[in-house]
């Protein structure tokens, strides 16, 4: 997004955007002795400021998120709890729960917290921006980024206190189940496990998830991904960031192109180019 200028500027060039279905995330490791405190999580959400995050990195190309389903996904649940930016909400937050500041406005954190990310620059000076955030509220947060393929190993091991990462394409609600079932709780000795690296553990959502891989009817479904959406805004095993659009540069001319919410190029089956 931050070369958007360029191409945009550019005389041979069209830009193109659309929603998408990527869900970008942070992640808690539950089992950590601070962020398994609600509270805490709570307090990190609301000192996120997600709006400024994506009106200076994207560009406004990317739009806010409750969950991992876009607003247009058949079985997207829209009343859940979300968690605007609300520094002073925060902070008496973490006061309730016992992490008090230790020097008022001075410069001690209320406690310390490593924030693992690649080291894709672009996603590195997000993180470092959500930790400038979290100081605010008194979260000290280094950011430590690695190459990825030692990052990555780290977060399947579950050897992380937080991160962020992103789903793709997010097309089918069953993945809810790879993702938070307890069944599906990596270890070191097993990183293939599952995807549910931060260890959560719900006896209630598991027992919807696995009615939701057993049901057909689409409407009952959808009921089914609708209160496990709402038992996850409020639970917080991940804080939901955004859902980046797709980008698409073309030539100029360029005839029946167009964006999928997924980014796949089945247009190209049937774009064509007139003039120069």
Same mark, same amino acid.
């Given at each position: 997004?931050?070369?958007?200028?360029?191409?945009?500027?550019?005389?041979?060039?069209?830009?193109?955007?659309? @929603?998408?279905?990527?869900?970008?995330?942070?992640?808690?490791?539950?089992?950590?002795?601070?962020?398994?405190?609600?509270?805490?999580?709570?307090?990190?959400?609301?000192?996120?400021?997600?709006?400024?995050?994506?009106?200076?990195?994207? +560009?406004?190309?990317?739009?806010?998120?409750?969950?991992?389903?876009?607003?247009?996904?058949?079985?997207?649940?829209?009343?859940?709890?979300?968690?605007?930016?609300?520094?002073?909400?925060? +902070?008496?937050?973490?006061?309730?729960?016992?992490?008090?500041?230790?020097?008022?406005?001075?410069?001690?954190?209320?406690?310390?917290?490593?924030?693992?990310?690649?080291?894709?620059?672009?996603?590195?000076?997000?993180?470092?921006?959500?930790?400038?955030?979290?100081?605010?509220?008194?979260?000290?947060?280094?950011?430590?980024?690695?190459?990825?393929?030692?990052?990555?190993?780290?977060?399947?091991?579950?050897?992380?206190?937080?991160?962020?990462? %992103?789903?793709? @394409?997010?097309?089918?609600?069953?993945?809810?189940?790879?993702?938070?079932?307890?069944?599906?709780?990596?270890?070191?000795?097993?990183?293939?496990?599952?995807?549910?690296?931060?260890?959560?553990?719900?006896?209630?959502?598991?027992?919807?998830?696995?009615?939701?891989?057993?049901?057909?009817?689409?409407?009952?479904? +959808?009921?089914?991904?609708?209160?496990?959406? %709402?038992?996850?805004?409020?639970?917080?095993?991940?804080?939901?960031?955004?859902?980046?659009?797709?980008?698409?540069?073309?030539?100029?001319?360029? %005839?029946?192109?167009?964006?999928?919410?997924?980014?796949?190029?089945?247009?190209?089956? %049937?774009?064509?180019?007139?003039?120069?």
């Amino acid at each position: 997004p931050l070369m958007l200028p360029v191409v945009e500027d550019a005389d041979k060039l069209e830009v193109n955007s659309a @929603s998408s279905f990527k869900y970008t995330y942070l992640a808690f490791n539950l089992e950590h002795e601070v962020l398994g405190n609600l509270a805490v999580r709570k307090a990190i959400a609301l000192g996120i400021d997600r709006n400024a995050i994506i009106d200076h990195k994207f +560009r406004g190309k990317a739009r806010l998120s409750t969950g991992l389903l876009s607003p247009a996904h058949w079985a997207y649940e829209s009343n859940v709890e979300t968690f605007e930016y609300d520094p002073a909400r925060a +902070r008496k937050l973490l006061d309730e729960a016992g992490f008090t500041d230790p020097d008022g406005d001075g410069p001690l954190p209320r406690f310390e917290m490593e924030f693992k990310v690649s080291a894709n620059k672009f996603r590195k000076a997000i993180a470092t921006l959500i930790a400038h955030q979290l100081a605010e509220i008194g979260i000290a947060v280094t950011v430590r980024s690695y190459e990825w393929g030692t990052f990555y190993s780290d977060i399947k091991s579950r050897n992380f206190a937080m991160t962020t990462l %992103q789903w793709p @394409s997010v097309l089918e609600p069953s993945l809810y189940r790879w993702i938070f079932h307890s069944d599906n709780i990596p270890s070191p000795e097993n990183r293939a496990a599952g995807a549910n690296r931060g260890a959560y553990r719900n006896d209630r959502v598991d027992e919807l998830l696995d009615a939701g891989n057993k049901e057909t009817d689409v409407e009952k479904r +959808r009921l089914i991904y609708a209160e496990i959406q %709402q038992i996850l805004a409020r639970e917080l095993p991940y804080v939901s960031l955004w859902h980046e659009d797709n980008i698409a540069i073309t030539k100029k001319g360029t %005839q029946d192109y167009f964006i999928t919410p997924n980014a796949r190029f089945e247009a190209l089956k %049937q774009t064509r180019t007139v003039g120069q």
